[in-house]
């Protein structure tokens, strides 16, 4: 078996030139050689697709395929069990081999290397229930629209490293961006806008005071000063200094949120308007789990900005 070296460093760049070293016709394999405790090995199996196999691993019988990948258990050559994951159709070879990647660096330090596997494996698998089927919708769009117009700005207060890793709201956090002191969700509403929708009682719900930071944004007509949404990601590309590590961080939660560059056509343009920002702390109107009856556990709502008017900074 072939061995590619990336034990120090191993970007995404690095992941994808890894499969020019891989037969097809001969369902080749090769072990990245990462020192990664799993030993993923990358190649195909019969049917031409691309796999990924990690071992040695035990049986969890309730992992769930999706449209996309498939998901089984395997007996391998050296007598191990394997856990292999196979692309279903070649749509979504960009996403998988996102997924593929972040799966490997995401158990590569862990403590229990396997069971972080499977942990941020449910969350893609979770991922792909609600994404990737389709493209972005207008609305969608218009929300990473407004979280990417906030990235880009905090960038130039505290840093790229800071911000992008400030950036949670793609991998499935209650806040859009959380600092080492605070939080900020990012909400982007019509030019017109009178109210902003909360989708959780979590969405407001922290302990230290934050900020709830509102775009107004027109998404038509066609006109100048209007950015689509590659070209925003370009523009923090740019910001992030030629950082591959950086930018490979950057563009995996990108797809994390379900943006796809093949899509880059067919997104909208969008043009900020005016921002604002309001303080959240004990006093701001919102509802959470510590102050609606016990008997409620879900539920979204609307705060009137009018109303929010004496909390703006």
Request: hydrophobic fraction near 35%; proline fraction near 4%.
């Amino acid at each position: 078996m072939t061995k590619i070296s990336h034990k120090n460093m191993f970007s995404f760049t690095d992941f994808v030139k890894a499969w020019e070293t891989v037969s097809v016709s001969h369902n080749g394999f090769i072990n990245l050689d990462l020192d990664h405790p799993l030993s993923p090995q990358i190649g195909y199996y019969f049917s031409e697709r691309k796999s990924l196999v990690i071992e040695p691993v035990r049986v969890i019988k309730d992992l769930q395929s999706t449209y996309a990948f498939d998901i089984e258990f395997v007996l391998l050559a050296d007598g191990n069990t394997g856990l292999k994951i196979k692309l279903l159709s070649d749509e979504f070879e960009d996403v998988f081999l996102r997924l593929c990647w972040d799966l490997i660096m995401y158990s590569r330090d862990a403590k229990k290397p396997f069971n972080a596997f499977i942990i941020r494996y449910r969350f893609w698998q979770k991922l792909f229930q609600q994404k990737f089927k389709d493209q972005l919708s207008r609305y969608q769009q218009k929300g990473l629209f407004g979280e990417l117009l906030y990235l880009s700005e905090i960038i130039d207060e505290i840093g790229s490293e800071k911000a992008v890793d400030a950036w949670k709201g793609p991998e499935g956090s209650d806040q859009d961006f959380i600092f080492e002191k605070g939080w900020t969700e990012v909400k982007t509403v019509g030019t017109a806008a009178k109210a902003v929708q909360i989708s959780s009682m979590e969405q407001l719900q922290q302990t230290e005071i934050g900020y709830l930071h509102v775009y107004f944004v027109e998404d038509e007509p066609a006109g100048p000063n209007r950015l689509k949404l590659p070209e925003l990601v370009r523009i923090i590309e740019n910001k992030l200094n030629e950082n591959p590590f950086l930018i490979d961080k950057f563009e995996n939660k990108l797809t994390l949120y379900g943006y796809r560059e093949k899509d880059a056509c067919n997104y909208h343009s969008f043009w900020k308007k005016e921002e604002s920002e309001y303080i959240v702390n004990q006093d701001f109107p919102k509802l959470t789990s510590r102050n609606v009856p016990s008997g409620i556990v879900e539920c979204t709502y609307k705060i009137s900005l009018p109303a929010i008017e004496g909390f703006r900074r």
